[in-house]
């Protein structure tokens, strides 16, 4: 027998491991000690059955041969199915509260998450049968996420020890994403300074473009939380020696090398994709664009870096999910974000508080990456 969808298949066989191999809850008295697992097969009776259809619709999609058609009708699925699934942990967290005391916590077990990853896949997978476009994808996959983001705003999950945790923590969590969001700006606009300029320095120049490459790997290859720990003692200096960069808020501890640190690992990707860019434009366009009698500086601005556009965006993509990312780490060192959160989770062994900071890294990496891929695709649209 010939597979047709091996990857749909392959994505449904862990589906049906997470969901019945593994714990689908787990209800604890308190977020300090450990709860009893909750099996999703405990749980089938009544409504909750209703989660066996969209499994069995996708145990037949998946062995039929994939179509257009077909994968639009995996995608509606995937996104039934995220949404029962959602629906059973709410439902299930609040019947589990009219039993148990206020301090009593229903969350999710790796069962319930990997179901829930695993549909997101199955979705984002039909989508790349749907539509080349990665606006259409972006939107496809919203839309699949809708039914799931509703039951959330609708407070259908407010008894799930994740959601407790934020309504504890909400003040707490809006001064993180604040802070991790100025984290990410501040970090982008430096290095774009520094990296472009730098970038057609090596484009325009081998001799230069050897030594900048080497330091920027050097940079490269020092772990982050020691590089921090380099920076605090030189800024702390300086804000020592000039008390003006104090008012600024520089000082060896905080914002200040969190950023300085950023900006240094964003440089790499991002001088490689300036100059990757402006290497992948041809020799006959800027001949052409020379006979026409444009100057240098015309055929760079109106000729090589709209071309190079889509190539330099990839390396800004690539350091913009790089810095939503490392910013966590960040927190060790006082610059706050959603790493304070999760490290603050981790020292008080509470799993719903480290994933109240990593959950919405996760969302904003994503976020900014299918950005960064919309308008890159606009643009490769523009220039055909």
């Known amino acids: 027998m010939v597979l047709k969808n091996r990857v749909l298949l392959t994505l449904f066989i862990l589906l049906l491991l997470a969901a019945f191999g593994l714990p689908f809850l787990s209800y604890a008295p ?29 145990a037949v999609l998946s062995l039929l041969t994939p179509t257009r058609n077909l994968a639009r009708l995996t995608a509606c699925v995937a996104a039934v199915l995220l949404a029962m699934i959602f629906w059973l942990s709410g439902y299930t967290a609040q019947q589990l509260a009219l039993q148990g005391s206020p301090l009593a916590r229903t969350s999710w077990s790796s069962g319930c998450a990997l179901m829930a990853a695993l549909s997101g896949l199955i979705a984002a997978d039909a989508m790349t049968r749907i539509t080349p476009s990665h606006l259409w994808r972006i939107l496809g996959n919203a839309l699949v996420l809708l039914p799931a983001a509703l039951l959330l705003f609708t407070h259908q999950l407010d008894q799930l020890s994740l959601l407790k945790e934020y309504y504890n923590r909400q003040e707490v969590f809006d001064a993180a994403l604040l802070q991790h969001l100025t ?12 990296g472009v300029p ?13 030594p900048i490459f080497s330091t920027l790997n050097i940079i490269q290859t020092i772990p982050s939380i020691a590089l921090f720990g380099l920076l605090i003692a030189p800024l702390a200096g300086l804000a020592a020696a000039l008390p003006w960069l104090a008012n600024l808020g520089i000082s060896g501890i905080g914002m200040a090398p969190a950023i300085v640190a950023l900006v240094l690992y964003a440089l ?4 490689r994709s300036v100059v990757a860019g402006l290497q992948s434009v041809s020799a006959s366009v800027i001949e052409s664009a020379s006979g026409m009698g444009m100057t240098r500086g015309q055929i760079f601005f109106g ?6 556009l889509p190539l330099f ?10 810095t939503v990312g490392m910013a966590v780490v960040a927190a060790l060192i006082g610059a706050g974000g959603f790493g304070a959160i999760v490290f603050q989770g981790l020292l008080s062994s509470a799993l719903d508080l480290v994933l109240l900071g990593v959950i919405p890294v996760i969302a904003m990496a994503v976020i900014v990456d299918s950005l960064f891929k919309f308008i890159i695709s606009m ?6």
Do not use: D, M, Y
């Not at 790499?268 to 001088?271: E, F, G, S, W």
């Not at 965006?313 to 790089?322: E, K």
């Open 30 to 58: 308190n977020r300090l000690l450990s709860g009893k697992s909750i099996s999703l097969i405990s749980l089938l009776h009544g409504p909750a059955l209703w989660l066996l259809l969209p499994l069995l619709a996708l």
């Open 183 to 194: 984290i990410l700006l501040a970090t982008l606009v430096p290095a774009l300074l520094i």
């Open 198 to 210: 730098l970038g057609v320095l090596c484009f325009r120049s081998t001799r230069w473009q050897g």
């Open 268 to 271: 790499l990707p991002l001088v």
């Open 303 to 308: 000729v090589q870096l709209p071309l190079a």
């Open 313 to 322: 965006l990839t390396g800004v993509r690539i350091l913009a999910v790089q």
């Open 379 to 384: 643009l490769e649209v523009t220039a055909r």
